[in-house]
């Protein structure tokens, strides 16, 4: 690993768990511009400022590069209130119509930071169910004024308010394997549809969240399907590792892993807990399956997330992108699968191959709808 890769996750571990830093590792040098960059590009800017101010002042960044990140971090809490205050309009105005929307990911997550306003935010994600979606749908498309566009996909309807997009799901999740979906749906089935008793709660307030044993597995989930298409920020790798530390008591570690294997990602697990464990400070003893043989695999796949940063934009910057060609970025992504192909064969060929057979093949490739 590079010295500023030291450097950087050092920081993010002291943030995470409010630790002190290893000031040893500040003691040449520090390339400043490229450990901030970092944190940008994994979108972990607040959390790495918590560990950058447990610097001796001597080691800390100059005053331009202090000045820009707290801009950087004002922006972020500026974006945090954003986010709850259009949550908390939604959410009023569904129950106001008898429905009673779970909030996934997201501001849910954020709440289980040290300082839940510096974790940087993108949208919300409210799952509905089938049952009560149509009528949660007609419900927000006459909500306030329109400032964005409206449109509905396979699994969920989305439209911006305030500057914030906001997600009604349908399905909480799915996947294109339609063997893992089965599995998947039985686990929506359980603890969101029959498991009420179970749910956690937002603050204090009537909004709901997933019972911990279905976030533990649905976090590592969704972060692996965006890890084999575009790619993950160190981000999601936070959330979900602050979900299992959080709810150790509350997770049952055995039927976690049962499901972990059910879905085929006991491969990749190990390899992220290793990443959980070795390089973002979670104690071992914290982490269900530790195999410290998938170290190898781990740094593998640790340079691979600095690369690509947060869900691979900087593989695939959405700026410019259609002038490339729809070629050049199916050649881009599945050059990526290729790369990540031999972490876990079975997993990742299987989802690659139904995602885009049964979904991209003819957009990408046969420019069809």
Known sequence: MKWVEKQFFSLLRAGLWDLDVDTSLFEEPI???????????????????????????????????TQWLQSQIFKIRKSHLLLNQTLKEVTELLLDRGIRPVLLKGQGVARLYRYPEQRQCGDIDLYIGETLYTKACEVVS??????????ESYQHYHFNRNGVTVELHKLATHSPDPFVNKYLQRLVKL??????????????????????????????????????????????????????????????????????????????????????????????DGFPGYNALRRVQAKDVVAGILSVGNFGHHVLPEKGLRDKGKLYVFGKRMGWRIRIFRLNPYWVGRMSFFYYFKHKFKTTLLHRC
């Open 31 to 65: 390339d400043w511009q490229t450990i901030l960059e970092m944190g940008r590009k994994q979108t972990v800017l607040g959390v790495l400022a918590d560990g950058i101010a447990k610097l001796p002042s001597e080691s800390r960044p100059s005053k331009k590069d």
């Open 142 to 151: 006459a909500y306030g004024e329109k400032s964005g566009k409206e449109s």
């Open 191 to 284: 603890y969101l549809v029959d498991g009420y008793a179970g749910y956690e709660r937002h603050y204090d307030s009537t909004l709901l969240l997933p019972p911990a044993q279905f976030d533990a597995c649905y976090l590592f989930y969704h972060l692996a399907k965006h890890f084999i298409y575009v790619g993950i920020g160190l981000r999601q790798v936070c959330d979900w590792i602050l979900c299992l530390h959080t709810y150790a008591d509350k997770v049952d570690k055995e039927q976690l892993l049962k499901d972990v294997r059910a879905l085929g990602m006991l491969r990749l697990w190990e390899i992220f807990g290793c990443i959980a464990v070795d390089y973002l400070g979670l104690p071992q």
